[in-house]
């Protein structure tokens, strides 16, 4: 733990204030928190609801560490949730990644031991656009790509130091690194379902092939981790059928995964997707790792060192380009298409680029102003931490919502109205209820009675117009009682 501090300490600072200042953004992190809180207050624990209606669409991993919090602590807390799930999770990757080099690639990282180069790698891919943003981010996406950096780390491990294992000791060691293996797999199939599985089988399947190193398949996916893979996913299903029976398992395992390839209902985008927001999602850094490794194969064919089972000049880069390759194709295949499915490839799109720096007799003086530009975001993320409370009222629903509970309790209200909110029904984590939506026939009826409802205040002129369009006295149309940011709420007697 020491070590970690020592070494990540400036990443923990930059991101303190927006993990502890930050509200639940209402776009998803409201939803995986009310995930969790239907799954405290309800009688199931693999099938999960939301809004009381069925939601086989996110796996129960995540959704059952966001519960334990909540068990242990009493209440929601960014704090938590963003530090032990999203935080720890990008700082392990990096350690892994760097331990990964410096055992098995570390010719590709000159400067003595390579220690700088790894820790320009390592604050590169900290400091890149999704990944800082999934380091503080409520969402499963950074402890999947943790699962899957994992297994391919442990694969690596049982491939490339199968000639070594001689003593009993070794062989001990491989044995245990075979359990592993299953258990990573496992777990990135229990936190984003079978995705988790398709990297890292066909990543490593198709290296192997590459490199004519094929015979090796059965040294990782040995019986020992099909063991452990089958039978915690069979225990895993079984319960989930006892739940929710043979047609939960259908929308989860198939209709769920078969539609982002077919028939998406949201985020359908053309196949070359990926190809254009990888230059955006990875910045500052991804663009210029994207550029440096494609002249560097540029480079290599023109020097006719380019062969289909040797892409780069180490069987490490060739691996890291394979997995990046094949995350690029699979999800390219899919018709939904979103920016974050592509976060397990980061890490080996910047150290790869990196890689190709220093084997380009990269000046060692240019690391440095590379570094302090790292710095730089990490200072401005920070500053941008300390906004966050004046950003919350503007965006987000705690504030409202924590003045709308008191003022219930004031005036003795009964229900909470919501008029054009986005996404409102996440709101129930704050309101222990959930809001309902109002209309202005709703308002015309009578059917607001004795109820706060919560709007935009932009929207008041227009709500107050088509009410007096449908014939509403003015002193039923409710008054505005308090006002927060954007915010307002409205009381009707």
């Keep these: ?131 800082l943003a999934m380091s503080f981010f409520v969402s499963p996406d950074m402890l999947f790509s943790l699962w899957i950096v994992a297994a391919l780390y442990t694969f690596w491990r049982l491939i490339m130091d199968q000639g070594s294992y001689g003593l009993s000791k070794d062989i001990k060691k491989r044995k245990h690194l075979q359990w592993r293996f299953g258990l990573y797999v496992f777990l990135a199939v229990f936190t984003k379902g079978p995705l988790g599985f398709i990297i890292p089988f066909v990543s490593t399947t198709l290296f192997l092939l590459f490199s004519g190193r094929i015979r090796r398949w059965a040294s990782a996916w040995n019986w020992r981790g099909w063991i452990v893979f089958l039978g915690l996913l069979n225990i895993w299903l079984y319960l989930t059928y006892l739940e929710g029976g043979a047609e939960w398992l259908d929308k989860m395992m198939l209709e769920s995964p078969l539609a982002m390839f077919l028939h998406p209902e949201h985020h359908n985008r053309p196949w070359y997707y990926y190809l254009l927001s990888l230059w955006a999602d990875t910045l500052p850094w991804g663009p210029i790792c994207i550029v440096v490794i494609v002249i560097s194969l540029i480079r290599r064919i023109h020097h006719n060192e380019f062969h289909w089972n040797r892409f780069f000049g180490t069987p490490l880069q060739n691996f890291f380009a394979i997995t990046i390759a094949v995350s690029l194709v699979y999800f390219s295949a899919q018709k939904m298409k979103l920016d974050v499915n592509m976060l397990p490839a980061y890490p080996f799109l910047v150290y790869l680029g990196v890689m190709q720096l220093e084997q380009w007799r990269w000046p060692v003086r240019m690391n440095w102003p590379m570094i302090w530009v790292c710095r730089i975001v990490l200072l401005i993320v920070f500053i941008g931490g300390l906004l966050c409370p004046w950003l919350n009222i503007k965006t987000c629903y705690g504030r409202i919502c924590y003045h709308a509970n008191d003022l219930q309790r004031e005036l003795n209200t009964e229900k909470f109205y919501v008029y054009k909110v986005r996404r409102p029904k996440g709101m129930d984590v704050y309101l222990h209820e959930d809001p309902i939506e109002a209309t202005p026939e709703d308002i015309a009826e009578g059917k607001l009675q004795n109820t706060l409802l919560i709007m935009k205040e932009y929207r008041l002129d227009r709500l107050k117009k088509n009410l007096d369009e449908l014939g509403v006295p003015a002193e039923k149309q409710g008054e505005v009682i308090d006002e927060l940011g954007d915010y307002i709420i409205v009381r009707f007697r």
């Design 1 to 131: 733990m020491k070590k970690y501090l020592k070494e990540y300490w400036p990443y923990l600072l930059a991101l303190l204030p927006v993990m502890l200042l930050r509200d639940f953004s209402p776009a998803s992190e409201l939803r995986y928190v009310s995930l969790a809180t239907e799954l405290i207050n309800g009688n199931h624990l693999f099938c999960l609801t939301w809004q009381g209606e069925e939601f086989p669409y996110i796996m129960p991993l995540y959704v059952w560490l966001i519960a334990l919090l909540k068990l242990v602590f009493g209440h929601h807390f960014m704090i938590t949730i963003t530090l032990l799930f999203s935080f720890i999770p990008s700082i392990i990757i990096l350690a892994i990644m760097n331990r990964w080099v410096e055992k098995y690639d570390a010719q590709s990282f000159r400067l003595k031991d390579g220690s700088q180069s790894r820790m320009l790698a390592s604050i590169m891919l900290f400091t890149c656009g999704m990944q």
